[in-house]
């Protein structure tokens, strides 16, 4: 079995007084954490490091940390190796799930004791719910960005249309009036798009655009009936004036 290797640095938990009559009472850490009262020693050595085995589902960790540091101590040091926050552990020690504030010493954590981390079960439906929600959005964003690549595609030609009835060049009635059903079908796609966040202000956005193109082509539309169409005719041929033949100068 092979075992990953974690130092706290050489760092001890706080030491308290231990409580009259045995009883065990809590005192408030520093950082908040409420923690077992402890007997002060002055002359004591420094606290000894211990070798904590830890075993999370299949994967295994040997931890080094000071036996004076409590669970919560020892969620923090878990952190960078597993991935999960403290408030996503539980650990398992002698069958019993140990509270932040319990000391490792105190509940008879030695050298190479095994301790088991499982992860949080309200943590993990909140990182399935996170994912589902991750999932989602990028397949909105997807679905956004293919109606807006064919908004581009249909924006172009609304712009060439324009051009061609400024010019004075009468198009089609059907081009215009095909590219505004087109217009109309991304329009009703786009609407069927659930969004949430900054989606639905991408979707507003591309909404705006085909609206537009859309009363830029009713306006076009108006402006193309006034125009006559263009007659091109080809002379196939220059004719010379027709000259008398002898026969004509006789009466």
């Given amino acids: 079995m092979m075992w990953r290797t974690v130092s706290d640095g050489g760092s001890s938990a706080a030491q308290g007084e231990e409580a009259e009559g045995g009883e065990m009472e809590w005192e408030m850490r520093p950082g908040g954490m409420l923690v077992q009262k402890r007997q002060a020693d002055l002359g004591a050595a420094a606290a000894p490091v211990v070798r904590v085995r830890i075993s999370h589902g299949a994967v295994r960790y040997e931890v ?4 004076l540091a409590t669970f919560g101590e020892l969620k ?5 190796e597993t991935g999960l926050q403290p408030g996503e552990q539980r650990l398992m020690y002698r069958g019993k799930e140990r509270g932040d504030g319990e000391f490792l010493d105190l509940c008879g954590v030695k050298d190479r004791s095994k301790v088991v981390l499982i992860q949080d079960p309200t943590s993990l439906e909140r990182r399935r719910v996170e994912m589902w929600r991750n999932a989602r959005i ?3 964003h997807q679905a956004i960005s293919d109606v807006s690549l064919e908004v581009d595609k249909l924006a172009d030609q609304v712009t060439t249309i324009e051009k061609s009835i400024s010019n004075g060049n009468k198009v089609a009635e059907v081009q215009i009036t095909t590219l505004i059903e087109l217009l109309m079908r991304q329009a009703v796609k ?4 659930p969004t949430e966040g ?3 202000s991408q979707k507003n956005l591309l909404a705006k655009r085909v ?5 830029t082509l009713d306006v076009l539309e108006i402006s193309n009936a006034k ?9 196939w041929e220059t004719f010379d004036p027709p000259t008398k033949t002898p026969w004509e100068f006789f009466d």
């Fill in 227 to 235: 125009l006559k169409p263009v007659v091109v005719t080809t002379m």
């Fill in 190 to 193: 786009l609407d069927s798009i």
């Fill in 64 to 67: 080094s940390v000071s036996c």
């Fill in 138 to 140: 990028q397949s909105v």
């Fill in 76 to 80: 923090k040091l878990l952190t960078a």
């Fill in 211 to 215: 609206q537009k193109c859309v009363e």
């Fill in 198 to 200: 900054d989606a639905s």
